[in-house]
C-alpha cells in the first residue's frame, strides 16, 4: 500500500498535543497525547465533506477556529475548544447558482481574513471573494474572475500581516500563475500580477515564503501530456512579481500534490506520482535540486495528507502548510533524519 487519498487537518499545539479534524464521518476532531493516545473526540457536522470544502487553523492560545462551505445552504465559522463547540453562519448563498469552494480563514493582528471562490453553476467560471473583519467591520473584494478547466486550489501567504495570494487563472485557454496583494491603508487588492507566460496547462499548488521574502512555488505543469513537477523561486516589489528562477525539478509522468517544506536551511519539494512519494531537496533555498528519490517505508506503508499548522516553539518544521506522514504520525516522510 502507498498514498491512500485521504486529506485531514493535523494541528500541533503549544504543549505538544495534537487535534485532527477528519472528513470519514462528517467533520470530526479528534484529541491526542503527543504519544498520539486518544484523549477525547467531538462530532462537529454531519455531512459528507471534501478538503475543498473546509480551513481549519489554530488560534495562539490553542482553540481552533475554522470555516466550512455547507452543502446547498451556506458558509459557517467554528470555533473549538476543550469544552464546546460554537456555529456561527456568516452568509448564505443560493446553491442553485453558486457553490463555495476552497474556502480560507486566518486570524492574523486582530483581524480576520476569509477567502474563497464562488463558483458559477450556470458555466465553468469563478470569481475570487476576499471579506476582511477590521474594528468588527466586514470589508469585502472581489480580486479577480476566470473560467476554468480543473479548478486547483489558491495559497495565501502573509508578509508583515498583509496577505499576498497566488491563484491560476486562464489566458489563452492555459492555467497561468497569477499574484495579488492586498494594501491595508484603502482595503483593497492590487492589480493581479501575471506570473507565468508559458502557455501549458497547470494545476495544484503549494507557496511559501521564506524570512528573507523569497517566495518559493511549486505546481504541477503539463508537457505533451506528462505533468512535471514545477519551481519557481522569486520575490515581490511593488506589487511585481519578480521570478529568478523557473525550472523543472522532474520530468516525470504525473506530479499530483506537490508540497514545499522548509527546515531550517533546507527546502524539500515532495509530490505524488501513481500513490508514491517522490522528495527532491535544495541545500541552497531553491537555487539548485537534487534528483528525487522516493521514500521506501512510505511505499510498503499506506500514508496521507495533513494540512499542517504548529504551535509548538521547537517544530522541525520553519515553513509548510501539509505534509505527508503514517496514519496518526507525526513522523514527517521524505525529511533527512
Not at 81 to 88: E, R
Not at 174 to 195: A, G, H, M
Request: proline share 2%; glycine share 2%.
Amino acid at each position: 500500500m502507498s498514498f491512500i487519498r485521504k486529506f485531514e487537518t493535523l494541528m500541533r499545539k503549544s504543549n505538544k498535543d495534537i487535534a485532527i479534524i477528519n472528513l470519514d464521518k462528517g467533520i470530526e476532531v479528534y484529541n491526542y497525547s503527543p504519544e498520539f493516545n486518544l484523549i477525547s473526540s467531538k462530532k462537529i457536522l454531519e455531512g459528507s465533506y471534501t478538503f475543498a470544502d473546509l480551513c481549519f487553523d489554530i488560534n495562539e492560545d490553542d482553540t481552533i477556529y475554522g470555516l466550512v462551505s455547507i452543502q446547498k445552504s451556506n458558509l459557517m465559522y467554528l470555533y473549538i475548544n476543550n469544552k464546546i463547540i460554537l456555529k456561527n453562519v456568516l452568509l448564505n448563498y443560493n446553491s442553485n447558482a453558486f457553490t463555495i469552494k476552497f474556502p480560507y480563514i486566518k486570524k492574523i493582528d486582530g483581524n480576520i481574513h476569509l477567502l474563497y471562490y464562488l463558483v458559477n453553476n450556470s458555466g465553468a467560471y469563478f470569481t475570487l471573494i476576499h471579506y476582511c473583519n477590521i474594528n468588527g467591520k466586514w470589508i469585502k473584494n472581489e480580486i479577480d474572475t476566470s473560467n476554468y478547466t480543473i479548478l486547483s486550489n489558491f495559497n495565501v501567504i502573509f508578509k508583515d500581516s498583509i496577505p499576498i495570494i497566488f491563484y491560476f487563472k486562464i489566458v489563452n485557454n492555459y492555467e497561468e500563475l497569477f499574484v495579488s496583494i492586498f494594501d491595508s491603508s484603502t482595503n483593497s487588492w492590487s492589480k493581479p500580477c501575471q506570473v507565468t507566460n508559458s502557455n501549458k496547462s497547470k494545476v495544484y499548488l503549494s507557496v511559501i515564503m521564506d524570512s528573507k521574502n523569497n517566495c518559493h512555488i511549486a505546481f504541477s505543469e503539463n508537457n505533451s501530456r506528462r505533468y512535471y513537477c514545477t519551481y519557481i523561486k522569486g520575490y515581490i516589489n511593488d506589487n511585481q512579481f519578480i521570478a529568478y528562477n523557473y525550472q523543472t525539478i522532474s520530468k516525470t509522468i504525473a506530479c499530483t500534490f506537490p508540497n514545499l517544506i522548509q527546515c531550517k536551511n533546507m527546502l524539500y519539494l515532495q509530490w505524488i506520482e501513481y500513490s508514491n512519494l517522490y522528495t527532491s531537496i535544495s541545500y541552497d533555498i531553491g537555487k539548485t535540486w537534487l534528483n528525487p528519490f522516493t521514500d521506501n517505508l512510505a511505499y510498503n506503508n499506506p500514508f496521507k495528507c495533513y494540512n499542517y499548522k504548529s504551535n509548538y516553539h521547537n517544530d522541525i518544521i520553519d515553513n509548510s502548510s501539509a505534509i505527508f506522514a503514517y496514519n496518526n504520525s507525526l513522523e514527517i516522510l521524505g525529511l533527512k533524519k
